[in-house]
């Protein structure tokens, strides 16, 4: 570099020299838009299918020059996370500083290299634009600044849940899954965008955003503050919930390439630590908010103590009425006691949401069975409404030959004996028809105690569908029945229990299931009858669905009742065509425990309207 | 301007004029206003009005999340707004008690160098534009045009760039971008030669800066004076010597420096600081490809990221001097408060009416553009 010093005087002459420029061609550019750099911000591009309308970039944007504008057209899906809402920028506002592609879950915003906008006189509205995936102007401009693997924004991986080995689960029924420490639940929590997709797709709406946000807060008592305004049965849903909520997280989408990892918020093990976190008496002081001050003097009966007609009791206790709940087994909780493994739910657990609707004034008559000990009709002369909540406690037969001898039993039923403590005697080796998590349940439980008492686990499952593709149960209980010995035999159907002369069970006769479904999509599965094969076992487990144990409202009612395909019919609010009685959970709508505590609000609301 | 500036106003009896010129005058940069006393041409008095902006940064910086504030600072200074980014995220990574990856770091001094590049190309061609010679100001912005091409080219955005974010930069540099910054600096170094001809080694331009709005060291300091035009009264201090921050320490450059403090000293420190600033370019272009790994640290999801509570002051060397934000978190999702110290509203408020003080009109506008100022800094 030449040095100048501050006293060189510099001569009038110097400019001269550059008289050369004079000669040289202007380089004044055109005043044409130039291509713009492969990272440019320009306009935005929207892909309309990918967008779930989460309103993330509205969130993060800082000039609030996004505003959410619902499409029609666009189809709505809550269970799958999809809203028909889109960005429409307001380019007065926007400061091109794509901090909305950088936060998007789906990279379906995205900015494009064009620059250029003029309006026209007074089309000033032309500034308030709805991106489409060819640009606000339809000109397929490339991409600009799309995101990269450093500019996401996003936290994509869960925090990891700690479980019980599958040799150290095996031979006893303790709970598997950990559990996840503070520190884990609040930088899970902090993964959330707060769009409130689970929300809408959770069957009772719980305020899932709320109630993550309160434990990224680290205050769990406000968390189960938001959780008590929708769920009672907040702990057995933080544990064995199908967690639809998780299927629609915005986080758990695909990411720019497609691949699938991105995972979603784990909201039921984030519900189950703030639970847990909470002590019994103050989520009893929780669960007593909202009481209504007056009696109604209204009494309603609820048949079924499971978590339908619990849920139907809180919510009308709290509304003021009475309510006495009619249960025929010795304990409350239904399908969630009766059916689920404790190595899923430990009773404990169970027991105390069920003390918590107890303590707001529910009451429980156990051992009455409606139809035997108590009619009906006198249901009906002692209250102003009845519900009936009985769900499906009978299970379904494949009624294949053989499946009525008596090594051949129902799922639901040897489920029911377990937490009973019922004697019966274990098979040492069994086959389990049906691919549902039910089927899963069985055959895990059997393992267990074929574990405990012969050092060994002999059970096979044998579904219609297909590993990885139809197959119904859970991933996770798939995956773990797997680790647990469990043998699964995917795509065969039952043909036949073969019955020896002595009538003992010999094995299964299964053959090779070549579709489960005609072009109708009605079930009607064909088979290959070539590919056969024979399953030696000492007891086969039937659980392919179950039904409801009707008879017990009596021939009249059931006669004055309208019936859809053997269910009950009733209306969106759970009311039957009788106008006293009214039905909720797994026997109208199944098949889970959030959809059975939905249906439960749904029916108090309708029944206390209909009491005023 | 305000109905009553529109005309000159006589005071009393004297022989003084009240005249007003900005905030849109040729000679004024940015928003911003003086009002002036003459006694003939000779200023009696100076005001200063920096209050032409209204957008009340610091405040406004309260009210939005962290990572929303990016897109705010780098408007504190326009010609020159990768220093307010990175003193930004420097401020908010102490409180996290973070630390950008050294490639980042890197990117980072690229950055702030390039910036300085295109600040002092700004000003020193404004500065020979207040003397009438245009010249030099059609070829500082030409030339400081190519810099953002190259801004264009990385950040994805020529003025505002918005690269940075705290725990390092948003995105990797695009391939064959050292060439591209190389072959740049090649070009500034030759037009070298063409900037001395016409201003420089001018003999018009050199009288008409020479003793021009002189401040001495000791006025200097007091006012708080930083940056080139302290250095230009003889006092070499610099952020990036005194106190280095990301990777300055391993760079060799040296602190131009002058003695006089008049306009001609403070254009004379910028003319050599742009060629330092190519020096340290040219050591990252060597460096950079062998510094391997991340760009990033993580922060948290932005949308519900608090910063633990706490505060840092974090200090950069901009082209305009000393900048540094104070950042004050109470653990919330947004700051609980900002202040920038923008190294203008030491230099173009008080010094500025010192300055004026006795000078002659057609000066006025030439102070305050040796001083170079940014408004906005001023009135945050």
């Known amino acids: 570099?030449?040095?100048?010093?501050?006293?060189?005087?510099?001569?009038?002459?110097?400019?001269?020299?550059?008289?050369?420029?004079?000669?040289?061609?202007?380089?004044?550019?055109?005043?044409?838009?130039?291509?713009?750099?492969?990272?440019?911000?320009?306009?935005?591009?929207?892909?309309?299918?990918?967008?779930?309308?989460?309103?993330?970039?509205?969130?993060?944007?800082?000039?609030?020059?996004?505003?959410?504008?619902?499409?029609?057209?666009?189809?709505?899906?809550?269970?799958?996370?999809?809203?028909?809402?889109?960005?429409?920028?307001?380019?007065?506002?926007?400061?091109?500083?794509?901090?909305?592609?950088?936060?998007?879950?789906?990279?379906?915003?995205?900015?494009?290299?064009?620059?250029?906008?003029?309006?026209?006189?007074?089309?000033?509205?032309?500034?308030?634009?709805?991106?489409?995936?060819?640009?606000?102007?339809?000109?397929?401009?490339?991409?600009?600044?799309?995101?990269?693997?450093?500019?996401?924004?996003?936290?994509?991986?869960?925090?990891?849940?700690?479980?019980?080995?599958?040799?150290?689960?095996?031979?006893?029924?303790?709970?598997?899954?950990?559990?996840?420490?503070?520190?884990?639940?609040?930088?899970?929590?902090?993964?959330?965008?707060?769009?409130?997709?689970?929300?809408?797709?959770?069957?009772?709406?719980?305020?899932?955003?709320?109630?993550?946000?309160?434990?990224?807060?680290?205050?769990?008592?406000?968390?189960?503050?938001?959780m008590y305004e929708t769920n009672p049965f907040s702990h057995v849903c933080g544990r064995v919930c199908t967690h639809i909520c998780e299927d629609a997280c915005s986080l758990g989408r695909a990411d720019k390439d497609g691949n699938k990892s991105s995972q979603p918020i784990a909201i039921r093990w984030l519900k189950r630590f703030a639970m847990d976190g909470v002590s019994k008496t103050k989520i009893k002081q929780i669960a007593k908010k909202g009481m209504a001050r007056k009696k109604s003097g209204k009494s309603i009966a609820i048949i079924g103590a499971g978590p339908a007609g619990l849920t139907t009791a809180f919510d009308l206790v709290k509304k003021g009425h009475k309510v006495t709940v009619y249960e025929a087994l010795p304990k409350a909780g239904g399908m969630t006691r009766y059916g689920i493994p404790n190595y899923r739910l430990p009773e404990?657990?169970?027991?105390?949401?069920?003390?918590?609707?107890?303590?707001?004034?529910?009451?429980?008559?156990?051992?009455?069975?409606?139809?035997?000990?108590?009619?009906?009709?006198?249901?009906?002369?002692?209250?102003?409404?009845?519900?009936?909540?009985?769900?499906?406690?009978?299970?379904?037969?494949?009624?294949?030959?053989?499946?009525?001898?008596?090594?051949?039993?129902?799922?639901?039923?040897?489920?029911?004996?377990?937490?009973?403590?019922?004697?019966?005697?274990?098979?040492?080796?069994?086959?389990?028809?049906?691919?549902?998590?039910?089927?899963?349940?069985?055959?895990?439980?059997?393992?267990?105690?074929?574990?405990?008492?012969?050092?060994?686990?002999?059970?096979?499952?044998?579904?219609?569908?297909?590993?990885?593709?139809?197959?119904?149960?859970?991933?996770?209980?798939?995956?773990?029945?797997?680790?647990?010995?469990?043998?699964?035999?995917?795509?065969?159907?039952?043909?036949?229990?073969?019955?020896?002369?002595?009538?003992?069970?010999?094995?299964?006769?299964?053959?090779?299931?070549?579709?489960?479904?005609?072009?109708?999509?009605?079930?009607?599965?064909?088979?290959?009858?070539?590919?056969?094969?024979?399953?030696?076992?000492?007891?086969?487990?039937?659980?392919?669905?179950?039904?409801?144990?009707?008879?017990?409202?009596?021939?009249?009612?059931?006669?004055?009742?309208?019936?859809?395909?053997?269910?009950?019919?009733?209306?969106?609010?759970?009311?039957?065509?009788?106008?006293?009685?009214?039905?909720?959970?797994?026997?109208?709508?199944?098949?889970?425990?959030?959809?059975?505590?939905?249906?439960?609000?749904?029916?108090?609301?309708?029944?206390?309207?209909?009491?005023? | 301007m305000r109905p009553e500036n529109y005309q000159a106003v006589q005071l009393g009896e004297s022989n003084e004029y009240e005249i007003f010129i900005g905030p849109n005058h040729p000679g004024i940069e940015g928003n911003y206003a003086l009002k002036l006393v003459l006694d003939g041409d000779i200023v009696v008095k100076g005001t200063t009005d920096a209050g032409y902006l209204h957008r009340g940064f610091e405040k406004l910086m309260e009210g939005r999340l962290w990572i929303q504030n990016l897109a705010i600072v780098p408007r504190i200074c326009v010609p020159d707004p990768a220093p307010m980014e990175v003193s930004y995220s420097l401020a908010v990574e102490e409180i996290m008690g973070i630390e950008a990856p050294i490639r980042a770091q890197w990117i980072r001094v690229m950055q702030l160098e390039l910036s300085r590049v295109a600040a002092h190309l700004f000003t020193f061609g404004g500065h020979a534009a207040t003397t009438g010679m245009y010249t030099p100001m059609y070829w500082g912005v030409a030339d400081r045009d190519l810099?953002?091409?190259?801004?264009?080219?990385?950040?994805?955005?020529?003025?505002?760039?918005?690269?940075?974010?705290?725990?390092?930069?948003?995105?990797?540099?695009?391939?064959?971008?050292?060439?591209?910054?190389?072959?740049?600096?090649?070009?500034?170094?030759?037009?070298?030669?063409?900037?001395?001809?016409?201003?420089?080694?001018?003999?018009?331009?050199?009288?008409?800066?020479?003793?021009?709005?002189?401040?001495?060291?000791?006025?200097?300091?007091?006012?708080?004076?930083?940056?080139?035009?302290?250095?230009?009264?003889?006092?070499a201090f610099d952020v990036r010597r005194d106190d280095p921050y990301l990777v300055y320490d391993q760079l060799d450059f040296d602190i131009p420096t002058q003695q006089a403090g008049d306009a001609w000293a403070r254009i004379l420190v910028r003319r050599d600081e742009l060629f330092q600033s190519i020096r340290i370019l040219r050591q990252v272009i060597e460096k950079l490809p062998t510094i391997k790994g991340p760009i990033r640290t993580p922060i948290p999801n932005p949308l519900s990221w608090n910063v633990r509570a706490g505060e840092a002051y974090a200090r950069v060397e901009s082209s305009k001097g000393e900048l540094a934000y104070y950042v004050v978190s109470d653990g919330g999702d947004k700051p609980y408060r900002v202040h920038v110290r923008g190294p203008s509203s030491m230099h173009a408020v008080q010094t500025l009416e010192y300055l004026a003080k006795g000078a002659r009109l057609e000066d006025v506008a030439q102070i305050m553009f040796s001083l170079d100022a940014c408004p906005p800094e001023v009135d945050r």
């Open chain 2, 147 to 235: 810099v953002l091409d190259l801004f264009e080219d990385f950040t994805g955005g020529r003025v505002y760039s918005i690269y940075n974010i705290p725990g390092g930069v948003r995105r990797e540099l695009p391939n064959g971008f050292l060439e591209k910054l190389s072959n740049l600096l090649d070009y500034l170094e030759s037009r070298q030669n063409d900037y001395d001809n016409l201003l420089f080694t001018n003999q018009i331009f050199v009288q008409r800066a020479k003793g021009v709005g002189i401040l001495s060291k000791e006025d200097a300091l007091d006012y708080g004076v930083t940056g080139p035009n302290l250095r230009a009264c003889g006092l």
């Open chain 1, 348 to 612: 404990d657990r169970l027991d105390q949401d069920i003390e918590v609707i107890q303590s707001v004034g529910v009451e429980i008559k156990y051992n009455v069975r409606v139809g035997i000990d108590i009619s009906m009709k006198q249901l009906e002369k002692d209250n102003d409404a009845v519900v009936v909540a009985i769900g499906l406690q009978n299970g379904r037969s494949t009624r294949v030959a053989g499946s009525d001898n008596k090594a051949v039993v129902k799922a639901v039923d040897l489920l029911r004996m377990i937490p009973k403590g019922d004697k019966f005697e274990v098979p040492k080796s069994a086959v389990v028809i049906g691919g549902g998590n039910v089927a899963m349940d069985i055959a895990r439980s059997l393992a267990r105690l074929q574990k405990q008492q012969f050092k060994k686990v002999n059970v096979t499952v044998s579904a219609l569908e297909a590993l990885g593709t139809t197959f119904l149960a859970d991933d996770e209980e798939v995956k773990e029945s797997l680790e647990e010995g469990i043998v699964i035999l995917d795509s065969r159907g039952p043909r036949e229990c073969v019955i020896d002369k002595t009538g003992k069970l010999e094995s299964l006769h299964t053959v090779k299931v070549e579709s489960i479904f005609d072009e109708q999509g009605r079930f009607a599965p064909k088979y290959d009858e070539s590919d056969s094969q024979f399953h030696p076992c000492d007891m086969v487990v039937e659980a392919i669905g179950q039904m409801s144990d009707v008879p017990i409202l009596g021939d009249e009612l059931t006669e004055e009742l309208e019936w859809n395909r053997g269910r009950m019919q009733v209306d969106e609010n759970g009311a039957t065509s009788v106008n006293w009685l009214w039905s909720a959970g797994d026997m109208v709508k199944g098949p889970d425990v959030i959809n059975a505590v939905a249906d439960g609000h749904r029916v108090a609301n309708d029944i206390d309207k209909y009491l005023k």
């Open chain 1, 1 to 226: 570099m030449k040095k100048i010093n501050y006293n060189d005087k510099g001569s009038i002459l110097n400019p001269l020299k550059n008289l050369q420029f004079f000669a040289r061609k202007p380089i004044t550019e055109k005043l044409e838009p130039r291509p713009a750099s492969a990272s440019y911000r320009g306009f935005h591009i929207n892909d309309m299918d990918k967008c779930i309308g989460c309103s993330s970039c509205q969130k993060i944007c800082d000039n609030a020059a996004i505003t959410m504008v619902e499409i029609p057209s666009i189809k709505e899906d809550a269970a799958k996370g999809i809203r028909n809402l889109r960005p429409a920028i307001d380019y007065g506002r926007c400061c091109w500083c794509a901090l909305c592609v950088d936060i998007c879950p789906t990279s379906a915003i995205e900015l494009s290299r064009e620059y250029v906008h003029v309006c026209d006189g007074d089309e000033t509205d032309s500034y308030f634009v709805l991106p489409q995936e060819n640009g606000i102007h339809g000109l397929n401009f490339e991409k600009g600044w799309t995101k990269t693997e450093d500019s996401d924004l996003l936290d994509r991986k869960r925090r990891p849940m700690g479980e019980m080995e599958p040799e150290e689960r095996i031979d006893n029924f303790n709970e598997i899954v950990d559990g996840f420490t503070l520190q884990m639940a609040v930088e899970e929590a902090s993964r959330c965008v707060d769009c409130g997709l689970c929300e809408d797709a959770c069957p009772a709406h719980m305020h899932a955003p709320n109630y993550i946000r309160s434990i990224y807060e680290g205050n769990l008592e406000q968390a189960v503050e938001w």
